[in-house]
């Protein structure tokens, strides 16, 4: 299902908005979110965050010996992302989109929000931007990636290597020992869960914080990132599926302050945002969930 973001104003009347949520279930069959008017409304500002804030978290992991094919394949199923994990994903939307998207972050987020860390490119991809190795879109010039032909028929995948800044062919993922069990990952005292839970984990609590800011309930902030990003699981939904309680226990563990909204959790004495049909709301009402 593709996503539909209805975004109101203050002037927007019900009706009208009712009657545009009809249109895009009824007639584009599309999955509707209601979003608030900020920058990139939810999906993509949930999932740029993803991707921008990833290509810099990665470099000290890659640093440490780990390819770019491990990082892809740990930040996939693992954590129930699609299989492009994070440069497969930017290589499908193209450098110069994400560049694009990083300007827009830079003028347009809040103050003091976490994305302004992650609004520019790492040297490296900056260098790949300028000289046009842009993604999937710039065929043999590729991106993260590419595929070549052979005289013999035969196709040979490379990978553009971000530390040597050169090609060299593709390798196998090293997933030995990583937890199979969805989410697992994020607390696995091994260099693939230390990545999933500094980029993976750190999305999740980014986007515990941006309630109601950019949507007035963590429903909506779900369906947006499941719809248009195709995770297995939303945010919130993905904080319970590995136990909210492991998670404020590893962030507080760090010395840091819970994201609003797992704060709004840990006061409700609750285990999870999801309950019997019912949603857990910014002000720590139990609500009924919208089919």
Avoid at 117 to 125: D, G, K, L, N, V
Avoid at 203 to 232: C, K, M, Q, S
């Amino acid at each position: 299902m593709r996503l539909f973001e209805l975004v109101p104003v203050e002037r927007t009347s019900p009706e009208v908005i009712a009657a545009f949520a009809a249109f895009g279930t009824d007639r584009l069959g599309k999955g509707v979110v209601h979003a608030k008017d900020t920058v990139n409304f939810i999906g993509n500002r949930i999932g740029c965050f993803f991707m921008l804030s990833g290509l810099h978290l990665a470099k000290p992991f890659l640093a440490d010996g780990m390819t770019q094919e491990t990082v892809d394949a740990v930040l996939g199923r693992p954590v129930g992302l699609p299989p492009t994990g994070l440069y497969g994903l930017i290589d499908l939307i193209g450098l110069d989109v994400m560049d694009l998207v990083g300007k827009n972050l830079a003028v347009n987020l809040p103050d003091g929000d976490r994305g302004h860390a992650f609004t520019s490119f790492p040297e490296a991809e900056q260098r790949m931007l300028e000289r046009g190795q842009l993604g999937r879109k710039s065929r043999e010039q590729g991106g993260f990636a590419r595929v070549q032909k052979l005289d013999d028929g035969r196709k040979r995948i490379e990978t553009f290597d971000l530390l040597t800044e050169q090609w060299r062919d593709a390798v196998e993922p090293d997933l030995d020992g990583v937890p199979a069990e969805l989410g697992a990952v994020l607390f696995d005292e091994t260099p693939q869960g230390h990545l999933a839970w500094e980029i993976f984990g750190g999305t999740l609590r980014y986007a515990a914080g941006l309630v109601p800011e950019i949507a007035d309930d963590i429903v909506n902030v779900d369906h947006a990132i499941r719809w248009g990003f195709n995770w297995v699981h939303g945010p919130f939904e993905m904080v319970d599926a590995v136990g909210a309680d492991r998670v404020v226990e590893r962030i507080r563990g760090e010395g840091a302050d819970l994201p609003v909204m797992l704060q709004v959790l840990a006061d409700s004495d609750g285990p999870t945002f999801y309950r019997d049909g019912e949603y857990l709301g910014r002000d720590g009402i139990w609500r009924t969930t919208p089919t």
